[in-house]
């Protein structure tokens, strides 16, 4: 396997590397641990009752589907940006055992004949991991996961013209988080057929959206905010200047905290605007999803602030509110409770890179 060297704005900063073996470690304990699981499996008969990795003989493990796939992604990302912090002969040797050809074709034939299974947040995974991989430079694992890869593609444009509405919940039926992570990794999973009506969808749903309000959010069960994850999914798709516009009249309240009497950046403005929210039982499989809302949030507010034009005063309310968020999220990555092990780490790289690269 050959290796690309990162780029220097790709290179990580300490909070990562301080994590990068422990979260590699957490990974294979993840997507090798098959139980307990949710195979969230339709079953048509007592004939299909069978073992989770028949039908994922991929990604069986880590309690459920689209969790083992982005923690795959978790492990290919962190040999590509650390190998050298992290147990490298240990993670490959769990890849190749599992991102063969055969186990591949097996998914992808589920995923075909299973047509609304993981959508669309699990597809937007496979292909992110599948991106990863190619970014990596394996082009065994990118070779194995092509048919899958390919299989969304074609899910994901079939799906595309019926989607009339979008779906603004905070969790993994949201629209725009999945939207936006499928435009980052179409091109580099060789599906770029998917560039343009992804982003022409974006524009068709929110557009023209405005007056969205964050202190209607959290809902109890969030792990994405609904307004922050289509502001990031938009930022991707509208010009710089116009992405300004349209975040003013998207999310009004963001400006009023910016004209406080406190200047950006200011503990003030930090409670005006939007504040971590309160985890009441981290071990409740739901309430524990605020957890990773707090890292999304991170990432998504960082992002946002970096599309918006220098000298814009809301870029320091933004990343007030991501260092806010971020600290609040990350000791809560490896908890030893596996409700939030299974998946809270991948979050956790999210919203640390978001923070490596500010300026």
């Not at 990795?53 to 290919?76: E, K, N, Q, T």
């Not at 070779?143 to 390919?150: G, I, S």
């Not at 009506?197 to 068709?204: F, G, K, N």
């Amino acid at each position: 396997m050959s290796k690309q060297t990162p780029a220097a704005s790709e290179l990580p900063d300490a909070a990562l590397t301080a994590r990068a073996a422990g979260f590699a470690r957490l990974a294979l304990e993840n997507v090798t641990r098959e139980y307990p699981n949710i195979p969230a499996h339709l079953l048509a008969g007592p004939a299909e009752l069978v073992l989770p990795r028949i039908h994922h003989p991929a990604f069986y493990g880590a309690y459920d589907w689209h969790s083992s796939v982005h923690m795959h992604w978790l492990m290919v990302r962190l040999l590509r940006r650390c190998d050298d912090l992290v147990d490298a002969s240990a993670v490959t040797a769990v890849l190749d055992a599992h991102l063969t050809p055969e186990a591949l074709v097996t998914e992808a034939d589920y995923l075909r004949t299973h047509p609304s299974f993981e959508r669309p947040y699990g597809w937007a995974w496979l292909l992110a991991l599948t991106a990863e991989c190619s970014a990596l430079g394996s082009t065994r694992w990118t070779a194995a996961l092509a048919p899958a890869a390919r299989a969304v593609s074609a899910l994901i444009l079939d799906w595309l013209p019926k989607a009339t509405y979008p779906v603004r919940h905070g969790t993994h039926v949201n629209s725009a988080f999945a939207l936006g992570l499928v435009l980052d990794s179409a091109v580099a999973a060789g599906v770029p057929e998917l560039t343009r009506p992804v982003a022409e969808r974006l524009r068709d749903w929110f557009a023209a959206d405005h007056g969205a309000a964050l202190r209607w959010e959290p809902s109890g069960q969030d792990f994405l905010s609904p307004a922050l994850t289509e502001a990031d999914a938009m930022r991707r798709v509208l010009p710089g200047a116009e992405f300004a516009h349209w975040l003013t009249a998207f999310l009004p309240e963001l400006g009023e905290g910016a004209d406080r009497d406190s200047l950006p950046g200011t503990a003030d403005a930090r409670t005006l605007f939007l504040a971590p929210p309160h985890v009441s039982d981290a071990t409740d499989p739901q309430i524990g999803h605020l957890l990773g809302l707090c890292l999304s949030r991170a990432a998504a507010l960082r992002h946002i602030a970096g599309a918006l034009p220098p000298g814009d005063e809301r870029v320091g309310v933004l990343a007030t509110a991501a260092d806010a968020h971020l600290a609040a999220g990350l000791p809560a990555t490896a908890s030893g409770d596996f409700t939030t092990d299974h998946w809270l780490a991948t979050f956790a790289v999210l919203a640390l890179e978001s923070d490596c690269a500010r300026d």
